[in-house]
């Protein structure tokens, strides 16, 4: 269970990006944020593994008060916590091997990992978590060599290495095409699923909302203006969140 | 809209200080273009003394009180004509400053010829030189027992006196010769008995020549008696060598004595870049990191230490290598060890700012993702951040060490070793044979070192 108490983040230019936001989130759920670009969505899913400072409120996980913890605590705290990215965020010029061992460097020997090795169980389990995502066989295409697409399921593999309890997904399919988008979301689904990792993920389209979500909140200028079931966004509730001008867009 | 001004006192100030209107009408900056224009060109003119350039300050000092006027009732008018008028002064000014002298350009090309010409003969191969040379002794003044006229010899190359045997300086004798090559040129030369001092005797401006017939035989040719060199005067007779000498190429071509020098001067100066471009990374690499906006924001020292690593950096990029080079040729005398420190700071200034861009544009994505697995500082250093600054700090150092090879050939100009202070000593002496070969042994080892390092630099990024 996470649990996000009066959360809010205001920047150093005094923007304020998050304003009081309270919601919880049980384990195994499939939550969508949703809202416009710059609504706090990013903000939000930053400030839960702590990559952004929150400027005031608490984020408990399974009692545990991230908010509070700090150096070694925080990083074991975030070896749980898979993330991906909008712009899958990979080392480009680095193998996709690589890459998704990365996500390891939590639990292995830190001063082997600088030298770039890795025992040989970790590079089975990064086989593993590559075919898992269907490309095992790119394990030793630079990065900088893949699809968007093909990027992502690295993004994947690289959090799944980190046998996680929780995944963040910060806009994963906004920047790929509808079809891709569905390829990720479906993967992203499989381990809510399969797995019983919880994800929070903020997503665009409504109707990707509509296919995946088990739960949603609704963010609009760092506040929380919806918090319910997939069924339950109306038009109505779409133009609250998305304001008066919005058209809903529908993803193939 | 800001209210309006009065343009007859607009105009009124900008007449007596130009630009005054302007920053009465609220341009304060327009204002200031045009004083600055205006007086700055206004001093040049004064300093070269050309009143007829007046008449373009004038053009720019009346469009200025006109523009006053417009500019106090709203309107701004382009500044094309003051500055055109500004411009062509300018340029005036520096036609003259300069000297620019394009009939100079074609009546003197004479001048340059045979130099260009030596250019492109370098003396890269030469002949084994062989020498015949035949000589008489002759004595001035004259003492009660003069030397021997001397005796043609059967098949030594010889010279024998033909009139007298001895005489003072400024008189003339005859010699004349035999056994030497057929048709051919030669020179004559004067030397003490012990002949360590020498000269090729003139006369009248040119060196004193002679032609020897089809038999090798040297016809009559007539000698001045030269004055004594300095440690003889006043030691009264002394007997002199009289030397008939020739000289001409033989055998096969092969690579001179120049050649070699330059190959081994080039090498140097190879090194000196490489030593110069690796010491220079060697302290670039952790300034650059201190000069680095996005490593260094965090608090106010560290901002401070970001300032003056940066300030320091510009000064030292400022000064040019080869004036860095003069202070350490001071400091440690001639020679490449004074070149590898002066391409070494000015390198570590212009690396330095290099690398504390590449570090300041890397992608803050990849270092995100590492600290969201859990990884420590050193690891998020090892797999994020070195990964995105090794090729651009690779490819910058090529890109320099190419550069260093550029600036090491010239860094011999003033005492820093390598080819550049051979090339000065010959363009000096003339010897543009030898500068020729210099000359070409830099185009191609920096050519060489443009391509690769171009090629190199396509690999990595």
Redesign the interface.
């Known amino acids: 269970m996470l649990q996000i108490e009066h959360l809010t983040k205001i920047y150093g230019d005094g923007t304020v990006a998050l304003d009081d936001v309270s919601f919880e989130v049980p384990d195994g759920e499939f939550l969508v944020i949703l809202g416009l670009s710059g609504a706090g969505k990013s903000t939000l899913l930053?400030c839960i593994?702590r990559?952004i400072e929150p400027t005031k409120g608490r984020i408990i996980w399974d009692g545990t008060d991230i908010t509070a913890s700090s150096g070694e605590e925080l990083?074991?705290?975030?070896?749980?916590?898979?993330?991906i990215?909008q712009?899958?965020?990979?080392?480009?010029?680095?193998s996709v091997l690589?890459n998704v061992l990365?996500?390891?460097?939590?639990?292995v020997n830190?001063w082997l990992?600088?030298l770039h090795y890795f025992p040989r169980e970790e590079v089975d389990r990064a086989l593993r978590n590559l075919e898992r995502v269907g490309i095992a066989d790119l394990a030793h295409k630079r990065a900088d060599e893949l699809s968007g697409g093909q990027r992502q399921r690295v993004?994947i593999a690289?959090?799944l290495?980190?046998e996680p309890r929780l995944m963040?997904a910060d806009e994963p399919v906004a920047s790929l095409d509808p079809v891709l988008a569905h390829s990720i979301l479906r993967y992203l689904e499989q381990l809510n699923r399969e797995d019983g990792i919880t994800v929070i993920c903020s997503l665009h389209f409504l109707d990707l909302v509509r296919r995946y979500a088990s739960h949603v909140v609704g963010l609009k200028d760092g506040r929380v203006v919806f918090q319910g079931l997939p069924d339950e966004i109306t038009d109505r509730r779409f133009k609250e969140i998305y304001g008066e001008e919005a058209e809903r867009i529908t993803v193939a | 809209m800001q209210r309006k001004k009065s343009p007859v006192l607009s105009s009124v100030l900008s007449l007596i200080v130009p630009g005054l209107g302007q920053v009465y009408a609220g341009s304060p900056s327009r204002g200031a273009a045009f004083f600055i224009a205006i007086a700055v060109t206004a001093i040049l003119v004064r300093w070269r003394g050309n009143s007829l350039l007046y008449t373009g300050i004038a053009v720019a000092w009346l469009w200025n009180v006109w523009d006053a006027c417009n500019l106090a009732q709203g309107r701004r008018l382009s500044s094309i004509l003051p500055f055109l008028a500004i411009a062509l002064v300018l340029y005036v000014i520096g036609w003259g400053v300069t000297e620019i002298n394009l009939r100079r350009l074609l009546t003197d090309v004479a001048d340059v010829k045979p130099l260009v010409s030596d250019l492109f003969q370098p003396a890269v191969f030469e002949r084994d030189i062989e020498e015949l040379v035949g000589e008489v002794q002759f004595e001035s003044p004259c003492s009660d027992s003069p030397p021997a006229k001397g005796s043609p010899l059967e098949s030594e190359p010889y010279l024998v006196l033909v009139d007298k045997t001895c005489g003072d300086p400024g008189d003339t004798f005859t010699i004349e010769g035999g056994n030497f090559w057929p048709n051919s040129r030669g020179y004559i030369w004067w030397s003490n008995l012990a002949g360590e001092m020498e000269f090729r005797v003139r006369y009248k401006g040119d060196y004193l020549t002679f032609e020897t017939d089809e038999e090798g035989r040297i016809p009559p040719t007539t000698v001045i008696v030269q004055e004594p060199f300095a440690e003889a005067k006043d030691k009264g007779p002394q007997l002199y060598r009289v030397q008939a000498r020739m000289r001409r190429e033989t055998g096969p071509l092969h690579l001179s004595e120049t050649f070699f020098l330059v190959v081994e001067k080039m090498v140097e100066t190879v090194f000196l870049a490489l030593m110069a471009t690796t010491i220079a990374i060697i302290i670039a690499i952790p300034i650059s990191f201190l000069a680095a906006r996005n490593l260094m924001g965090g608090n106010p020292i560290s901002m401070a230490v970001y300032y003056v690593v940066r300030t320091i950096l510009n000064t030292l990029r400022s000064i040019e290598p080869l004036i860095m080079a003069i202070i350490f040729v001071v400091w440690v005398g001639l020679g490449p060890f004074a070149g590898v420190l002066a391409l070494a700071v000015h390198s570590i200034a212009a690396l330095g700012k290099l690398y504390s861009e590449a570090v300041e544009s890397i992608d803050p994505g990849p270092i995100e993702a590492i600290t969201a697995t859990g990884a420590n500082r050193l690891q998020t250093i090892v797999y994020a951040v070195i990964p995105q600054i090794v090729p651009p700090y690779l490819a910058f150092t090529i890109y320099r060490w190419d550069i260093n090879v550029r600036m090491s050939t010239i860094i011999g100009f003033v005492g820093g070793g390598g080819i550049g202070y051979l090339l000065q000593q010959w363009i000096r002496l003339l010897m543009y044979e030898e500068a020729g070969a210099a000359v070409w042994a830099i185009a191609i080892v920096v050519a060489i070192m443009d391509y690769a390092s171009a090629k190199a630099r396509e690999k990595i990024t």
């Open positions: 930053r593994n990559l990083r074991q705290i975030r070896r749980h916590i898979g993330m990215f712009e899958f965020n990979l080392v480009e010029r680095t690589i990365s996500g390891r460097l939590g639990y830190p990992s600088l993004g690289r959090a290495m980190q963040l």
